[in-house]
């Protein structure tokens, strides 16, 4: 696969993304988009953690949805992204709301940041569009001080039975480009030596609310959520 290919596809997708949609999406009330609001109320928990003055940095940011949020929490907040057309989107929602944050143009195989940059670094349902997962991977832990959180598709009947009518892997219609899916184990594979998972959440039983009541049955479940804590290296 070509990475121009990749960065065409969400250009288009960017161009077609309205601002307007953009909390109704992670709220889960599009028909088919609700797992986004799944791991939205998994995110927030975990953010609640985060303190104020604190750096954030979105990997695959899109509009800027996580990014606006945290700063409205207080944080020094940024956002990259693949496509120059949603970063251009998130500069201007960001500006129309009186929003003081930052967003580059960015891959995430290869971010423009200096080691140990932000104490927290989200990577939200992005590695499963990315050519080389464990490049970016390293790239999250080495820009990251403390936390790394990551959320992607969860192996399940949840993908399976999508990709039966919506043809999740290709890259001819919008709202797929999926490389693969991942397990707990597969994604513990691409950490680093200095990184270890704090936390493990499974969520997106196509609704919300159902998380709450009906019992963690994973091979139904669509969303995998690791809250990952960077260990500092051991010096001589």
């Not at 929003?99 to 940059?117: R, Y």
């Not at 390293?138 to 790394?148: G, N, S």
């Not at 890259?171 to 950490?191: I, M, N, P, Q, V």
Request: glycine content about 6%.
């Amino acid at each position: 696969m070509d990475k121009q290919k990749i960065v065409s596809y969400y250009e288009k997708e960017g161009q077609l993304l309205k601002s307007a949609d953009v909390d109704r999406y992670y709220r889960g009330a599009f028909k088919y988009a609700s797992t986004h609001g799944c791991r939205r109320v998994i995110l927030e928990k975990w953010f609640r953690f985060a303190k104020a003055k604190e750096t954030f940095l979105d990997v695959g940011c899109e509009l800027g949805y996580f990014v606006r949020k945290l700063t409205e929490q207080g944080l020094d907040a940024t956002g990259v992204d693949i496509s120059p057309t949603k970063i251009r989107k998130a500069k201007l929602i960001a500006q129309k709301l009186g929003f003081k944050c930052h967003f580059f143009e960015m891959d995430a195989e290869n971010l423009e940041f200096e080691n140990n940059s932000f104490d927290w670094v989200l990577c939200s349902e992005t590695l499963e569009h990315v050519l080389n997962d464990r490049k970016a991977v390293l790239e999250l832990i080495r820009v990251a001080k403390r936390y790394v959180i990551i959320t992607v598709p969860l192996k399940s009947i949840f993908w399976r039975f999508l990709n039966n009518f919506s043809d999740i892997y290709g890259f001819d219609s919008l709202g797929a480009g999926h490389f693969r899916e991942y397990t707990t184990l597969s994604l513990k594979k691409l950490l680093p030596e200095n990184a270890r998972i704090k936390a493990i959440k499974k969520g997106g039983y196509f609704v919300s609310f159902l998380d709450r009541f009906l019992p963690d049955l994973s091979i139904f479940k669509a969303i995998l959520c690791v809250l990952i804590k960077k260990e500092r290296r051991a010096t001589i």
